[in-house]
């Protein structure tokens, strides 16, 4: 024994490092069966998979220009994050874009520009900007709402993302006068800082869960009650990474505090299926819609991405000839996607936002519905000039997801679904959640916020409005052939948007159902 220590004891460093190298060969020459390249080229062929793992990471830093990369490029993540950090966000020298490319958008500013007043609500704040509709106002719901940001964080659980990635949202929120969407995965005391809340639920019924799988409107009233802070309801028909599809939350990562908050067992694999049990059709749909609002005294929309327009169709046949239905429609473009999803969805089920909202938008208009209804967008909307562009097709709001996640440290990795989220937002890892700070992520999500506002603001008076809801199609050019480089959104898409009732800024601010408490502050 001591002469195998001895010799042991002997052995050099680089004699150890040779020994390792002998075990990995054997290894994958001789046990493992999985890897073909391991087995024909032993060791060096690790170095293939290393670099492929890295090799996005590379791209990304080294590689790929600064308008090249998808689904945000460096430029609009490089905007995002220097607006939440109150740096320079200006570009010199004139922009980089070829802006003769198919799809590029220009907005046809006035000869005078909208004056504003010293008196004027921006004039005293440059960054408010609240919704031109309000939501629950034509049902008559007994607790109509009125956002009192145009910008707002989209639908994102508490379970996908981490606690204080959900804590820094809801109290960013608060800061900028917005509301918070709080996702599928139910009401946590993340989202209970004081922001406005959307109460948002899907199939699976979390944190309005029967004990059987199904709705309870027992606990829909009692959590309602009990969160006066919640100022709407949205139901999630379809959702744009994977509309039409259900899943499985694997019971590993159902601790304690997640089963509390959605209604589960603990450790138990949970089925969100693709249908509701609530109701099977559109005119079931309408009655549970209104039995909600009934209950709660809220407004209450749907959230959808689009494709077929069949059942929209009888939906806008019932809203007219009852008089009843959603209070607001949020619409999904096929391009969004905090949320997992096989390539097949994400690529190719659903239409891209700026198509599925034309369609809808054409049919509700068509129907004489639109002024009914507040339309709110989502689908990568978090950018001004974005913005102007959807308003003039119709929108009255804006949701954003995945911005929100970059305007508190999100830097594009793409390994939501994998629980390694090395920003510690899209991971349930204690150690990687250690990085955020909620105080100071929230006055980031804050001021990303009024970034836009600001911006969106500018660029309505460089067009000769005070509101952004007062953008009309003409306004807008986008690019569509070589043979006629651009065309107005109106002969593009082939409508004309209803116009918005619109008095004034100051008729806004002293609106009763005005949220975030903005008229108390």
Not at 492 to 509: A, G, H
């Amino acid at each position: 024994m001591n002469n195998i220590l001895d010799f042991l004891s002997n052995i050099s460093w680089w004699g150890w490092v040779l020994i390792g190298l002998a075990l990995v060969a054997i290894r994958d020459i001789f046990l493992q069966k999985s890897h073909t390249i391991s087995h024909n080229f032993p060791i060096i062929g690790h170095l293939r998979y290393w670099l492929e793992s890295i090799g996005p990471e590379m791209r990304q830093y080294f590689v790929a220009n600064n308008r090249e990369e998808l689904p945000f490029n460096r430029i609009e993540r490089g905007w995002i994050y220097a607006s939440a950090k109150k740096e320079n966000n200006y570009e010199g020298f004139g922009t980089d874009r070829d802006i003769y490319e198919h799809q590029h958008m220009f907005i046809n500013n006035a000869m005078m520009p909208f004056k504003v007043d010293k008196d004027h609500p921006n004039s005293i704040d440059k960054t408010f900007l609240p919704c031109a509709k309000v939501i629950g106002e034509f049902n008559k719901r007994k607790k109509p709402y009125r956002p009192a940001s145009v910008i707002n964080v989209s639908a994102m659980s508490f379970g996908s993302l981490s606690a204080k990635a959900v804590d820094s949202l809801n109290k960013g929120v608060k800061i900028a006068g917005a509301y918070h969407n709080t996702g599928e995965g139910g009401l946590s005391p993340y989202h209970s800082n004081g922001g406005d809340v959307v109460f948002h639920f899907g199939t699976g019924y979390f944190g309005v869960r029967a004990e059987d799988g199904g709705f309870s409107m027992e606990k829909m009233k009692e959590l309602v009650h009990d969160n006066p802070f919640i100022r709407a309801i949205e139901i999630k028909l379809s959702q744009g990474a994977k509309p039409g599809k259900g899943g499985v939350l694997p019971g590993a990562k159902i601790t304690k505090e997640i089963a509390a908050i959605r209604g589960v067992e603990v450790g138990k694999d949970v089925l969100s299926p693709p249908n509701h049990k609530a109701f099977s059709n559109v005119p079931e749909m309408v009655d549970f819609i209104e039995d909600i609002a009934e209950a709660t005294g809220l407004p209450v929309g749907i959230k959808a991405a689009i494709g077929k327009l069949e059942q929209w169709n009888e939906l806008a046949d019932i809203m007219l000839k009852t008089g009843k239905g959603p209070d607001f429609i949020t619409v999904d473009g096929g391009e969004g996607g905090t949320g997992a999803a096989p390539p097949s969805f994400a690529d190719h089920v659903s239409l891209p936002w700026v198509y599925g909202f034309g369609n809808l938008y054409k049919l509700f208009k068509h129907k004489g519905l639109s002024e009914r209804v507040v339309f709110i967008g989502s689908g990568k909307l978090g950018f001004p000039a974005k913005a102007a562009m959807a308003f003039a097709m119709g929108i009255d709001c804006i949701n954003v997801a995945r911005e929100a996640m970059m305007s508190i440290g999100c830097i594009q990795a793409q390994v939501c679904h994998t629980n390694r989220c090395p920003s510690g937002i899209a991971t349930q890892s204690k150690w990687l959640q250690n990085g955020i700070d909620p105080t100071l992520k929230s006055e980031r999500l804050a001021q990303y916020f009024k970034t836009f506002k600001k911006e969106l603001v500018e660029i309505t008076h460089a067009a000769g409005y005070e509101h952004p809801c007062q953008f009309k199609m003409n306004d807008i050019e986008i690019n569509v052939d070589d043979h006629n480089l651009s065309k107005e959104l109106d002969r593009t898409y082939m409508y004309e948007k209803t116009p918005v009732p619109f008095n004034s800024m100051q008729d806004l601010k002293d609106c009763l159902y005005l949220g975030s408490n903005y008229n108390k502050k």
